[in-house]
């Protein structure tokens, strides 16, 4: 049956089919399936994973059919409403600890367009006193946040509001993360189907040079950012140079681009040049 259905999946284009297939057969049979199994399928569990296989043949994504995404440490709800969390964004959750290991850790985190709350949640395992609101202008994105939070049981030390950015009152976060739209209008049509079809357009699109939430982001966030405030941006593929240089036009320092596991900087770390300090050292900290 694995067999079958990797092949199945791999003449439609998916080149995770046998992880996939094993996957969607646990999900029917509601327990873990291992590579080399040989035993029956009942009828119904059968049945069942025929429906989820044709989803996925459709190229709806796995986490999309389960419902949950696995990301840092935790095990997260998906909605129609919140982008599929990807381990590139684990980058975010990285940077944003290298950035506090030498400093007092940060009591207070804003999370901009916060989707499933994957950003906030997983930075709030790692920095234990602190509390975190997470806005996103979609109310599903919302209520799906509040509840993985409760399943993590971060409820006590995570809010989320349903709001625009330019909506938010003069704030003072000592860590501010963000994963903003970033892709060009035109490209939305050309990405793979998983996305382009089942993520929120709106989580996506960032005009005609993906670069208009971040311009967005740094006209607000100095209202937002306490003194010493840093602010962790994920990064679309080649964007590093030119949204460096938006920062910096906006009086913000680059203190640091990370790269993910596929060697894209896909987080940028910054500062609000009004509150810089000695510790701040950009030729030290800079990776390249």
């Not at 997983?122 to 975190?132: N, R, S």
């Not at 240089?245 to 990370?258: C, Q």
């Amino acid at each position: 049956m694995l067999r079958d259905a990797a092949r199945r999946l791999a003449g439609a284009g998916i080149d995770t089919g046998r992880l996939d297939a094993r996957l969607l057969l646990g999900a029917a049979l509601g327990r873990e399936v291992w590579p080399h199994e040989s035993a029956p399928v009942p009828a119904d569990a059968l049945e069942r994973f025929a429906g989820l296989l044709e989803r996925r043949l459709a190229r709806e994504p796995v986490s999309r059919i389960l419902g949950r995404r696995a990301f840092w440490t935790l095990d997260l709800r998906v909605g129609p409403d919140t982008l599929d969390p990807r381990p590139d964004s684990e980058t975010l959750v990285e940077a944003a600890v290298a950035a506090f290991a030498d400093r007092a850790p940060p009591r207070r985190i804003l999370d901009l367009g916060t989707g499933t709350g994957c950003l906030l949640l997983a930075v709030l395992t790692e920095f234990p006193q602190a509390v975190g609101l997470g806005v996103d202008r979609l109310p599903g994105a919302v209520e799906t946040a509040r509840e993985n939070a409760r399943l993590a049981g971060l409820q006590d030390r995570a809010e989320f509001l349903a709001a625009d950015w330019d909506e938010m009152p003069r704030d003072a976060a000592d860590l501010v993360l963000s994963n903003p739209p970033y892709i060009v209008d035109s490209a939305i049509a050309e990405l793979e189907p998983e996305v382009a079809r089942f993520d929120p357009h709106g989580a996506l699109a960032a005009g005609p040079d993906g670069l208009d939430a971040y311009r967005s982001l740094l006209g607000l966030l100095p209202r937002l950012l306490a003194p010493q405030g840093i602010v962790v941006l994920e990064l679309g593929l080649g964007q590093r140079q030119v949204v460096s240089a938006l920062a910096e036009g906006a009086n913000f320092t680059v203190w640091h681009a990370r790269r993910d596991l596929g060697g894209v900087e896909r987080a940028l770390v910054l500062k609000w040049n009004d509150t810089a300090d000695d510790y701040l050292n950009t030729n030290d900290f800079y990776l390249e």
